[in-house]
């Protein structure tokens, strides 16, 4: 009976130890995580436990495959588990093991709110992270300011206390931001695309502006016209905004150079237009008419002809000048001009010296006579050129001539009132102002008539008159002329 107790309790006490051994192996369970670890840097085995968890107790291994640390990517692996205490049987776990490289560069564009920048856009491969995997990363670098201008900068971060380092690169890909305004101009005065703006930013200056159009908006047409204006940075970002621009009409008339008193030898042929151009108000040249039905270049005389230019606007100017047709060649009475003038003449003289040599090679050179028939400056002139002798209007045409061929400017004034008939000449040497100019011999010793002022001209015409040569010699309609210096200057 003893014997059959004994038997009956141990077998109890080994299914008690049975029962012991197989709960303690069923209840053996351990959870991992999904590891991340940058690149080159190899984890602790311990890593994949749960933080729970007494990693004291339990041994981790491995199993499959075996990661390449220093590849970036997503990695299954098979652990073993071992409870070192109570068991020392392996349980096999599956986990995931993300490796991730650092960037290169992170860009944001300029004035990005710094804390805005999360630390997980340095790491590649970040998308490959499976859900509910734990890690924790962190910017090392205070980044206060660094996005307030384009730049690199350096940066130092961490990834599960596992320092890296990237850059920062600041850009700017926002085009400049402008505010137009709409603007009036009048016709064919020139505008300039930074006319239309009133504000304008951009965190990358210079900033150019520019029309969108090359050859700009079309300042010759009258009325409103929509403008496209390109602005753009140093880096190239780019904007195009509109305005309006209101040509304003033109109302003035062309004006026409070149147009003189003509003279043409007896039947020669007539070039009305050689040395005529015509310009608009905006200085372009256009083209004009000449109206010379009234010419006979067969018969001497004079004979009026009219230039006529018209504007695209339809203003229009008409110049009215005289043709002489003469028995003398204008080209002949040049060429003994010009004989005179390389006498007289030397490099280097100012005009007021060329001036003074014409007047004392005149008044030397050729002596009054009346009596003549006036006709033309060159038939006058060349009577002074040939026989030396003449009247006011010859003394007026020679000095006209040379005046003329040296390049000084010149024109004719007549008197007013006055016993008889006079003219002389106005000259404005190096731009000194109009002044009086008169080679014509006076019996009045003490005038001297070279380059006077219109308050001398009055003077000398008191002179004149107490002299009992005539009244009002040098009186004159002065609305027909410009103004005539009152003072003489310093030469």
């Known amino acids: 009976m003893r014997k059959k107790l004994i038997i009956i309790l141990f077998c109890i006490l080994i299914v008690s130890v049975a029962a012991i051994g197989i709960s303690s192996f069923a209840s053996f369970d351990v959870p991992v995580n999904n590891i991340v670890v940058i690149t080159g840097n190899e984890p602790t085995l311990c890593s994949f436990l749960a933080s729970h968890t007494n990693r004291d107790d339990i041994d981790i291994s491995i199993l499959s495959p075996i990661p390449d640390w220093t ?13 070192a205490r109570r068991s020392f049987r392996t349980i096999r776990k599956n986990a995931y093991v993300h490796i991730l490289e650092p960037v290169l560069y992170v860009e944001v564009e300029v004035d990005t709110p710094v804390d805005s920048i999360r630390p997980q856009a340095f790491l590649s491969y970040i998308h490959t992270i499976a859900a509910r995997t734990l890690f924790e990363t962190q910017i090392l670098t205070n980044l206060e300011g660094m996005t307030n201008s384009t730049g690199q900068h350096h940066i130092e971060l961490s990834l599960n206390d596992a320092h890296f380092s990237s850059i920062l690169r600041v850009i700017d890909t926002t085009p400049p931001e402008a505010i137009t305004t709409d603007i009036s101009t009048l016709m064919g005065v020139p505008v300039f695309a930074s006319r239309f703006i009133t504000y304008l930013f951009d965190h990358s200056p210079p900033v150019t502006v520019q029309f969108k159009d090359q050859n700009g908006p079309d300042i010759f047409r009258a009325g409103q016209q929509t403008v496209e204006i390109l602005v753009a940075d140093y880096y190239g970002n ?86 002489y ?157 410009p103004e005539i210096v009152r003072y003489r200057p310093q030469y």
Do not use: K
């Open 71 to 83: 590849s970036p990517g997503r990695i299954e692996v098979t652990l073993g588990l071992t409870n």
């Open 238 to 323: 780019t904007a195009i905004y509109t305005a309006t621009l209101t040509v304003l009409p033109n109302y003035a008339p062309p004006q026409f150079i070149g147009v003189r008193d003509l003279q043409f030898e007896l039947g020669s042929a007539a070039m009305f237009r050689q040395g005529v151009s015509a310009t608009d108000a905006f200085g372009r040249e256009i083209d004009f008419t000449v109206d010379s039905g009234m010419v006979d270049i067969d018969t001497l005389g004079v004979y009026y002809i009219t230039y006529r230019a018209e504007d695209s606007c339809g203003n229009y100017t008409e110049v009215t000048a005289r043709v």
């Open 325 to 481: 047709i003469v028995d003398v060649d204008p080209e002949q009475v040049r060429e003994r001009a010009n004989t005179i003038l390389e006498r007289i003449l030397y490099d280097g003289m100012t005009q007021v010296e060329q001036t003074r040599a014409i007047f004392d090679w005149i008044t030397v050179n050729v002596g009054y006579a009346a009596g003549f028939e006036h006709r033309t400056v060159y038939e006058s002139a060349n009577e002074a050129l040939v026989h030396r002798r003449g009247d006011c209007f010859v003394f007026y045409s020679i000095s006209e001539l040379l005046l003329t061929m040296a390049g000084i400017p010149n024109m004719r004034i007549d008197r007013v009132g006055g016993n008889s008939r006079h003219v002389w000449n106005l000259i404005n040497p190096d731009g000194l102002g109009w002044h009086h100019f008169d080679t014509t011999p006076l019996v009045v010793r003490q005038i001297d008539r070279f380059m006077f002022t219109q308050t001398q001209a009055e003077e000398f015409t008191e002179i004149i008159h107490r002299a009992g040569q005539g009244r009002d010699y040098f009186t004159f309609d002065p609305e027909l002329y």
